[in-house]
């Protein structure tokens, strides 16, 4: 088996006892993202970087030390965490110069646990989108058919790991981008709790809904960088102290008078019948295994996405309303007026406005509007107050139904990827995408997306796991009893190298 075949526990075992290097390691995978730079997964690698992280845990441990749980592992990491130096611009004009003071919690995190940092993954502009197709770079192409969309925003992160350019990725989900993207390119993909992993040193797009996770091929890869990357955080207001739980220990256990929650309105119209179909054969399957299956509603569930696409963008109004050309950001280079009305304009704001126009891309610029809109005088208690109310309606369904249940289950998406370009002209189109995602943003819940199948066409299928909050052991232990009787997350694109 060749290293970039390897699952990230063996890369680790491996290097901890020196059947190979962590340089090798870095090489391999180096030599494979080469051969695959037409997938557009990477927006900034340096080889001489990762080669130099992996030569001083070699260094580590030769000296008989200890580098860490991660020693020498390479980690993808989405666009949008700060690393020191490095630059970090997400997938914007507006940052392309940006390189932040600072680490991120989880970048700090990884490094503190003897990971090797491996390059920018690709991504929708500040995270908005389901395609990878709003990245200033250009889009991201689905390793099972570079026809397809990788899904988004963490599109490039899932392809990473789907094309075997990086045996794990850190992600961000604001509304789906973890867990639709691992869906669409057949990988394993955790949105944590809102809480669960600091967001310190995450580039905002919806603060009160972004959380921060990881893409691998199986659910002990998951227990492991989960491990890693969790805790509290002081840096982080909104960061849960608890206690983090040895993940690793728990996912092979059994879980007792297991009870689980089919959701009716994940099965409805738009539902693609090779989608349900996948999906049904895996409940059938945790039937089989002993779990007691039960039919569970979320009533307003219904309204997630119309909920969402007003808190979303006015948080994203709010927290984009600093990149100005001021103090950091793209700043244009000419703002001379172009009509006697910015003539009217003092110069200061005539740049300003050429700075967001030119900086910022029309994904960004639709969602700035809609935010804004919606926070405007008149409208608030019309738009978002309404919207917020709403939001507590669905945490109270999840409530309701975690009161008899212990995971609900249900399709990941609606279909399996779909065609470059297809919904871009179609906003609402493309929105509907993350139909069975968003309102576990809402609730503030952990959801896992995980293979359970094949199309016709060959592209992959992502069945979701949701429970409540802090539950994600209990997560990955039932992803871990479907892992255990399928072979899906074995399944390989076939990719020409």
């Not at 309105?265 to 779990?291: C, N, Q």
């Not at 990941?412 to 189109?429: Q, R, V, Y």
Request: aromatic share 8%.
């Amino acid at each position: 088996m060749q290293l970039t075949e390897m699952k990230a526990a063996e890369l680790v075992a491996g290097i901890a006892a020196r059947k190979f290097s962590a340089v090798e390691v870095a090489q391999a995978f180096l030599n494979r993202t080469e051969k695959l730079k037409h997938l557009n997964v990477y927006v900034h690698l340096e080889p001489e970087v990762v080669l130099d992280q992996a030569k001083a845990v070699d260094k580590r441990i030769a000296a008989g030390e200890n580098p860490g749980p991660l020693a020498g592992l390479p980690v993808a990491i989405k666009d949008l965490l700060c690393v020191k130096g490095e630059p970090t611009t997400c997938g914007s004009r507006m940052l392309k110069n940006f390189r932040p003071p600072y680490d991120a919690t989880v970048i700090e995190k990884l490094k503190s646990a003897g990971a090797v940092l491996y390059g920018k993954a690709n991504m929708d502009e500040f995270a908005m989108g389901s395609s990878t197709e709003n990245s200033c770079y250009g889009p991201t192409l689905n390793p099972w058919d570079t026809k397809r969309i990788p899904g988004g925003s963490s599109g490039g992160s899932a392809a990473a790991v789907a094309a075997m350019t990086a045996p794990v990725s850190l992600g961000s989900d604001t509304g789906g981008s973890i867990r639709q993207p691992a869906a669409l390119c057949g990988v394993v993909g955790l949105k944590p709790t809102y809480g669960r992993v600091s967001r310190y040193g995450l580039i905002a797009f919806a603060s009160s809904l972004d959380q921060i996770g990881p893409f691998t091929w199986d659910v002990p890869d998951m227990a492991l960088i989960m491990e890693a990357i969790s805790g509290g955080d002081s840096r982080d207001a909104t960061c849960v102290p608890d206690p983090v739980p040895n993940y690793l220990a728990e996912i092979e256990k059994k879980p007792e008078k297991l009870r689980i929650g089919i959701v009716r309105e994940f099965f409805g119209e738009g539902l693609d019948p090779e989608v349900e179909k996948s999906v049904r054969d895996a409940i059938a399957l945790y039937e089989k295994l002993g779990a007691e299956i039960k039919e569970v509603s979320l009533p307003h569930s219904k309204y997630g996405i119309a909920a969402y696409y007003i808190v979303a963008p006015a948080e994203c109004s709010s927290n984009l309303a600093r990149y100005d050309g001021t103090l950091f950001g793209h700043r244009s280079a000419d703002y001379s007026p172009a009509n006697d009305d910015e003539k009217k304009l003092p110069a200061l704001v005539r740049m300003m406005m050429a700075s967001r126009a030119e900086g910022f891309g029309a994904e960004v610029k639709r969602r700035i509007m809609l935010g804004t809109y919606a926070l405007s005088a008149g409208y608030a208690d019309q738009y978002y107050n309404k919207a917020l109310k709403v939001r507590r309606l669905i945490r109270n369904d999840f409530e309701t139904a975690f009161k008899e249940v212990d995971v609900l289950i249900g399709p990941t998406t609606p279909t399996p990827a779909f065609a470059l370009g297809e919904k871009s002209a179609d906003p609402l189109a493309m929105y509907l995408s993350d139909i069975y995602t968003i309102t576990t943003n809402l609730a503030g819940l952990p959801g896992l997306s995980m293979p359970c199948g094949l199309s016709s066409g060959g592209l992959p299928i992502g069945l979701q796991l949701v429970g409540p909050a802090l539950s994600e052991a209990k997560l990955l232990q039932v992803a871990r009893m479907f892992e255990r009787e399928t072979p899906w997350h074995t399944k390989r694109p076939n990719l020409t190298v």
